[in-house]
């Protein structure tokens, strides 16, 4: 027992010291008894023996290390570590046979280039799962006092191996087994666990009482994984999952990686993949703007572009630790990775500033403008008109004015689909924003009748109009994570209310790719599927969360639903469009609408009515300019 808890305690590099020693005193006896079986000699050591010896410890000692024999924790062995040692003590056997053949050592018998690999290969087995049996037994005891979790892993591909074994060394959850669609596999066992059909998923949850389903599919295009949420989101069992695919190609698979759902496992659609070819030929060597950084579209759209090696990005945010976050990882993703030679800046300052962004726009010379920065929660928004309306719709019109003056090649506007038809502040802000580009879009196209610009004007104008965006601040799926966590109740505006769906790397991909499409003045949306509806997604998560709804019909489930009422300037469902023009692309997931706006000077009259109302802080006023404007 003490003998037993010093070993355990030792420093690692003493236990790999008498690892390495056990095997060199193996390698010795091993090679004498070889000896022995053949000559009847127990130990032969004159003149060219030694040599033997010293040969066989020199092929041996660094084939294990390099087998990772010496890094494998003994007392949690699996079956990879059996793998390794015989697939060691192999390659070790062929080289030492060679040697002993091809070498003609006098007095060497050559069957001792046989017979000692196999036994080596014996005591090393033997000497592991003893090792095993005997250090890793009692702590399989103090974790077993507690009852393990039952689970299932779906998918029985190398995924859902890897997670077997690391679930053998840390002994955590007992595996019921493996659920896959391959009939092949079907009542077949893997690593002793028995594969089922998905059919089998609500008989096993009742017979085998399972806590939790872990997905093992890698996010492919054969829609596997999908299809596994969708059968698994009917069930009340938690689901949990493993990485990305490029984790599995690399064998970096552990209980340390399992995680809740991916934001986009929760979509009724495939994650759009856009192509980045026309975007690398737009950014390429270009120095890039983005304002609103900080924020969840912003930032995102910040990392994909330092992936396609930009001469500079600039972070442009009034929010200094959001500013400070984003740039700390870009300059970090450029000194960890040599290909990059983008220089990463952050500035501090508001869009609402027109002296900072002219100071930025002659320092930094953008080629390309991505302007993210808005106000964007419709309810804070409608309680803060003023503030909404000053960065929204003159911050917008300040850095779009910059841009021109200042000869960019490309402005790009974040927009909302609450800019449709708008029934709060922010979506009407947003509108008149989009109807600031699409004015001085056409004003560039018609110098005959520009009345702010000059000929020198370049600059093309467009806008992105976004559904919701899973993940970003303020998101119900977020949300509803918190209250689920909580234990509820799930807040619902209305039953029957449904909204466009999309991730943070999606909006960020159309963004870029909306800029390499465009020729002044569209307004680019995203084919994003059906919209869904809120009342689904939240009974969704509380499925996949292994919980169940609390209703009259249920009055012991776990989680409550509650409908709460859709707030000011909430719409029961959104749209994309303000008419049915829309046109398709030369990309078949993007299109582009053709949309009405107030000409140039118009706007102009009708934005300086607007200002005035703020001036004065009169916000009915400023209510009823900004309606107007956006009908």
Known sequence: MLIRKYILLLPRIWKQGIAVSFDLVAIF??????????????????????????????????????????????????????????????????????????????????????????????????????????????????????????????????????????????????????????????????????VFPPSSLQSLMRSQNI????????????????????????????????????????????????????????LDRDPVKLDQSPVTDLVSGKNILVTGAGGSIGSEISRQLLKLNPKSIVLLDHSEPQLYTIHLELQSLVTKKSRLSTTVSAVLGSVRDHVRLASVFRQFEPDVVIHSAAYKHVTIVEDNPSEGLLTNVFGTMACAIAAADNNVENFVLVSTDKSVRPTSVMGASKRVSEMILQAMAADIRNASERSIAQAKWRTKFCMVRFGNVLGSSGSVIPLF??????????????????????????????????????????VFLLDMGAPVRIYDLALRLINLAGMTVRSSNNPTGDIEVKIVGLRPGEKLHEELLIGNNAELTSNNRIF????????????????????????????????????????
């Not at 000409?599 to 107007?628: C, H, P, Y």
């Open 29 to 194: 006896s091993t090679l004498a008894f070889a000896y022995w079986l053949r000559l009847d000699d127990l130990y032969v050591w004159p003149g060219p023996d030694l040599f033997i010896y010293l040969l066989a410890v020199v092929f041996s000692i660094p084939i294990f290390a390099a087998h990772g024999l010496y890094s494998s924790v003994i007392r949690y062995i699996d079956i990879s570590v059996l793998r390794s040692i015989t697939r060691a003590c192999l390659i070790y056997g062929v080289i030492f046979f060679l040697a002993v053949l091809l070498g003609k050592f006098s007095g060497v018998p050559r069957t001792v280039g046989i017979t000692q690999p196999a036994l080596l290969l014996l005591v090393t087995l033997g000497s592991r799962l003893f090792v095993s049996i005997v250090f890793g037994r009692r702590d399989s005891k103090r974790v077993n006092h507690k009852k393990k979790q039952r689970v299932l892993i779906w998918g029985a591909g190398e995924a859902g191996r890897q997670i077997v074994t690391s679930i053998r060394q840390h002994d955590t959850y007992d595996i019921v087994g493996f659920i896959d669609e391959d009939a092949s596999l079907w009542n077949r066992s893997i690593l002793s666990r028995r």
């Open 211 to 266: 806590a939790e389903v872990l997905l093992a599919i890698p996010d492919t295009l054969d829609g596997s994984r999908r299809r596994a949420i969708e059968t698994l989101s009917t069930n009340q069992v938690r689901v949990r999952t493993i990485p990305s695919l490029s984790d599995i190609i690399s064998g970096d698979i552990s209980l340390s990686n399992i995680r809740d759902l991916e934001l986009e496992d929760l």
């Open 481 to 522: 994570r918190q209250q689920i966590r909580t234990g509820g109740p799930v807040t619902i505006t209305h039953p029957e209310a449904t909204r466009y769906l999309m991730t943070i790397p999606e909006a960020a991909q159309l963004v870029l790719n909306a800029a390499a499409l465009s020729k002044g003045g569209e």
């Open 592 to 631: 582009v609408a053709k949309e009405e706006f107030l000409a140039w000077g118009a706007l102009t009259d009708a934005l300086s009515k607007l200002r005035k109302a703020i001036d004065e802080g009169n916000q009915e006023q400023m209510r009823e300019q900004v309606f107007k404007m956006a009908e």
